[in-house]
Structures are given as structure tokens and as C-alpha cells.
């Protein structure tokens, strides 16, 4: 899909909703909750994007090499129209099922460079930024939100996934704006149907009280954008928290 980022195809029917994800198990590595970024009645797949020890070595895998897969798990997007997607780097795969669903909802997508960019030849319409200027427009996926709502009165509702604090910005644009939004979070999932704990964000278990949280939920929670915990569970910024899962 881009640069160190593959979709995986299972020839699998699975009865799924935009924005639920599944847990991927890779004996002896690890096991990992992906987004469903593809889905279809014959077929589903995910979006995964090389990072870590887990990542790298799904990477390697080949056509009709085997895994683990459980789920789906997590709540789902909400459909509305007159909508507005706002995602960030790989974060467009967990948004993908929902465009899918969508009546031409305006997409606003960005990431560091044109290497990192995913889906340009799947969905053709969007407004693209890059921190670098490589595509599209120089700049951040927030600016050009601001400036969309300004000029469109016609949204209703943004939905967003990508970096936390791009998030937190999208969410802060549309409380001012008084515009519902609806945003995916990524925690350390373990479990994926809430024994664990360790995916927790203030009173919410991320897991199965979301991942998908909307403007009522987000503004309760004091940890968005700030703190998350780490695979011991301990508590960490956000900073730390990327630097090390």
C-alpha cells in the first residue's frame, strides 16, 4: 500500500462494522489488534504497517502462509451523512470500511510524506496534505479542517483516526465549530473484550467501549491526548507511550 505497509486478504466471510477490529496472533511473536481496512461478503483484510518486532515479521509472510485471527471486536462508527473523514498515516485503514459505507463523504488525509501515504489509487478524492510537501498540500491534516469548516456549513459530523494529538486538535476544532465528532483510539489491547484492563482510558476500556468514542465521551476524558499505559499497564504520556509500543 505504501511505504513499509501491507493489506492482508483472508478468503473468509466475517460479519463485520466499520471501524471493529481484529486480533492477529503470530505463534511464538505476538499477538496484535488490527483494523478490518477491507470487507466484503467473500473476503475481509488488513491494513499493517512496519514498525515494530510483530510488524516486521507479519511482514515476511507470504500467500497461504497461516495465523491466528479472533474477532471482530469493538464498537462500531456511527453512519451519518454529510460527513467529514479526517486520518492520519496508517489510521485511513481503520476509516476505510467506513468510507466504504458512506455517501461521498470529504476525505482529508495526511501523513509525512508521499512515501507513507496509503489508498490514493482507492479513494481518489480526497485532499491530501504532507508534512514535507512531497503530495498534495504542505501542512497538517488540521489546518485543512479548519479551513473545510469554515467554507462548508453542509458537515454534520467528522470522523478521525491517526496520531492522538491530531486527533485531540480535531476534536478541540469541532467542539468550538459545535460540530459532532466521532474518533478511533489505539491503546494497548491484550485481551480485546475487557479482562485485561490495560487498555483503559479514564473509566473506559478501549477495547469494548470502543475503540470508537464520540464529542460527549471525548470531553470526559482527561487522558485523550495525554496519557495512555504501557504493556505492563503502567502509566505513561503519550510521548512515552509511541516511543516505546
Known sequence: EGKGQKSFF?????????????????????????????????EFA?????????TNELNKFKKGDKLGIR?????SFSIKNNACI???????????????????????????????LIYLKRFKNMIVATDDGSFGRK???????????NQNKK??????CGPEMMMRKV?????????????SLERYMACGFGICGKCMINDKICCVDGPIFNSQQLSKMPEFGNFARLKSGRKVTIKEYHSVH
Open 155 to 160: 458537515i454534520k459530523i467528522v470522523y478521525t
Open 139 to 149: 501542512g497538517f491534516t488540521t489546518d485543512v479542517l479548519n479551513q473545510v469548516l
Open 46 to 54: 488488513f491494513t499493517s504497517q512496519s514498525i515494530g518486532k510483530f
Open 171 to 183: 476534536f478541540e476544532i469541532c467542539s468550538r465549530q459545535k460540530i459532532q465528532c466521532e474518533a
Open 71 to 75: 474477532g471482530p471486536y469493538g464498537n
Open 86 to 116: 479526517v486520518a492520519g498515516g496508517v489510521g485511513l485503514s481503520s476509516m476505510s470500511t467506513l468510507i466504504d459505507k458512506l455517501k461521498n463523504p470529504l476525505i482529508i488525509y495526511g501523513a509525512r510524506s508521499k512515501a507513507h
Open 10 to 42: 483472508f478468503n473468509h466471510s466475517m460479519d463485520c462494522k466499520p471501524g471493529q477490529f481484529v486480533k492477529v496472533w503470530l505463534p511464538d511473536v505476538d499477538e496484535k489488534p488490527m483494523a478490518v481496512s477491507y470487507h466484503s461478503k467473500k
